[in-house]
């Protein structure tokens, strides 16, 4: 189920999958600036044409493609062109980085165990839906700590075997918006470190549970 560290002598290829702001992509760039993973970026996919992430992509020179829903007669033929977008930029693991789109079983079919999605809540808690709803919940809930998972994505909503979470304090005077920053800081550590555990090869899955061995 792993992508080795090495394909066929080259850096793994990741394709991120956005939709709006960008910047749990811009921490995987910085990821890879830094050294911290070892991975390319070959392509950013938007679901939205006017998405602030597609600009970080283009600012690094790397190619963007916009799959809107409108675009496409069905989900399944949008996730008929994904999987081709991906193809094409020879994708050796898809990473959904604030991705609001439910995917075709399609997509999840031709990548199994190959797609990896950032939620911001500790799963299964608070479960579906596009920040802020999550944070909105938690806070709601009156949960005192919340956080954020990383898992791969499966055709269940949000259900995927979990790779790693982060937990963070809900604090008694926090809005939706301090938490979902507080949040999002966690996102940007947790993100680049679950693709480089995944990129090791040395995940393994045991029904739900993903371990590092
Ligand atoms: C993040 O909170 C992520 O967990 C959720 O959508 C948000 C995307 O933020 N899926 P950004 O576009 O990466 O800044």
Do not use: W
Not at 46 to 57: G, M
Not at 133 to 146: N, Y
């Amino acid at each position: 189920m792993n992508v080795p560290e090495q394909v066929e002598g080259r850096l793994p290829m990741l394709g991120v999958l956005v939709s709006g702001r960008g910047s749990n992509l811009e921490a995987i760039f910085d990821a890879i600036d830094r050294g911290e993973l070892r991975a390319r970026v070959g392509v950013v996919l938007s679901s939205k044409a006017d998405a602030p992430a597609l600009e970080h992509a283009t600012h690094r020179g790397i190619a963007t493609v916009v799959i809107a829903p409108k675009q496409y007669a069905s989900r399944a033929a949008e996730g008929e062109a994904i999987v081709e977008a991906l193809r094409a930029a020879m994708v050796d693991l898809v990473v959904l980085a604030g991705y609001a789109r439910i995917f075709d079983p399609c997509v999840v079919q031709a990548f199994p165990l190959r797609i990896l999605n950032i939620h911001p809540s500790l799963l299964p808690s608070f479960a579906g839906g596009m920040a802020p709803r999550p944070q909105r919940e938690a806070l709601e809930a009156g949960v005192k700590i919340s956080g954020c998972t990383v898992h791969f994505v499966t055709e269940d909503v949000d259900a995927g075997p979990i790779v790693a979470q982060a937990a963070v304090p809900v604090l008694d005077d926090d809005t939706v918006a301090t938490l979902a920053e507080r949040i999002l800081e966690a996102e940007h550590q947790l993100l680049p470190q679950a693709i480089g555990r995944v990129l090791s090869g040395r995940v393994r899955l045991a029904g739900k549970r993903a371990s590092v061995e």
